[in-house]
């Protein structure tokens, strides 16, 4: 299983991000991924998962600004990010169906 995620970047209070995850090593469209965040000296949090069919659960911090989605055929899952705040600074990783993950993407908030 690899996974390489790209897209973080730094980014004033308010600004958009969308970050993307490329899986391989295994049938993507059969299982749910999921997107987690770390920020310093904080654990890991989920902060959305899609199913192999479209379901998707989010972080209630992130509801109705983060956007999870998927292309089964491209195999990327992505993260879209509106509307950013300095607490969602924090590295990101995609994370497949066996708990694999990336090496992360960083994404900085600034006020």
Not at 13 to 26: D, I, K, T
Not at 79 to 93: F, I, R, W
């Amino acid at each position: 299983v690899q996974l390489m995620e790209s897209g973080g970047g730094f980014v004033q209070v308010g600004e958009s991000l969308r970050l993307s995850c490329v899986a391989s090593g295994f049938t993507f469209s059969r299982y749910k991924m999921a997107w987690y965040r770390q920020a310093p000296g904080k654990e890991r949090e989920l902060v959305a998962d899609i199913t192999a069919d479209g379901n998707t659960n989010y972080v209630d911090s992130v509801k109705g600004r983060f956007t999870i989605s998927r292309d089964n055929v491209e195999n990327v899952v992505y993260l879209q990010m509106n509307s950013l705040k300095p607490e969602d600074t924090a590295v990101y990783y995609c994370r497949g169906p066996w708990g694999d993950r990336g090496q992360g993407t960083q994404v900085t908030v600034s006020s």
